[in-house]
Antibody
């Protein structure tokens, strides 16, 4: 069974960098698939942040691209998110998820999710 | 970027059928995926590739997709189905390829 677990500070000061890690168990990241980050502000919907392939290839939400870096550490079977220059608008529950290939018309969906971690941006 | 439109809320009595729609321009040409999210929990995939169910998801959950509307249908609704439901597509022509709908709150009366 694939399991994902987010970890990182729950409180980040404005203008600082948010850093989260997603540890994967039950599946080797090196074996394939994209791995993604999604966030959800309190009381709002889901927003995709970006994704990374096991090789390190990445793509990001254009609205966040200038502030986001996603990296992978296959030796630790984990991938990470850094979001710089945070503001209160970045307060959200952050989820990591495995990105699965859609078989019929292409594209991707998220089949396994972490439990999520709340990150609050406040001084 | 591609836009997915969901009704904010749907209400249904126990035992009845709930239909949650997801509208998008020619959405029938894309694969649509659905997630269920209960309060305080992570989203759970309930339907992928328009109409397939992951292992462990009851047959009561089904999906369809044609034209400009995709639909998640929940038959014989139970109290435990009360949750937010999100549709999602992949838009390969956009620089924002992963698109979620705004979500629909399903209330079981």
């Amino acid at each position: 069974q694939v399991q994902l677990q987010e970890s990182g500070p729950g409180l980040v000061k404005p203008s600082e960098t948010l850093s989260l890690t997603c540890a994967v168990s039950g599946y080797s990241i090196s074996s394939g698939y994209y791995w993604g980050w999604i966030r959800q502000p309190p009381g709002k919907g889901l927003e995709w942040i970006g994704s990374i392939y096991h090789s390190g290839s990445t793509y990001y939400n254009p609205s966040l691209k200038s502030r986001v870096t996603i990296s992978v550490d296959t030796s630790k079977n984990q991938f990470s998110l850094k979001l710089s220059s945070v503001t209160a608008a970045d307060t959200a529950v952050y989820y990591c998820a495995r990105q699965m290939v859609a078989t019929i018309l292409g594209g991707y969906y998220f089949d396994y999710w972490g439990q999520g971690t709340l990150v609050t941006v406040s001084s | 970027s591609y836009v997915l439109t969901q009704p904010p809320s749907v209400s249904v009595a126990p035992g009845q059928t709930a239909r949650i729609t997801c509208g998008g321009n020619n959405i029938g040409s894309k694969s649509v995926h659905w997630y269920q999210q209960k309060p305080g929990q992570a989203p759970v995939l309930v339907v992928y590739d328009d109409s397939d169910r992951p292992s462990g998801i009851p047959e009561r959950f089904s999906g369809s997709n044609s034209g400009n509307t995709a639909t998640l249908t929940i038959s014989r609704v139970e109290a435990g189905d009360e949750a937010d439901y999100y549709c999602q597509v992949w838009d390969s022509s956009s620089d924002l390829p992963v698109v979620f709908g705004g979500g629909t709150k399903l209330t079981v009366l």
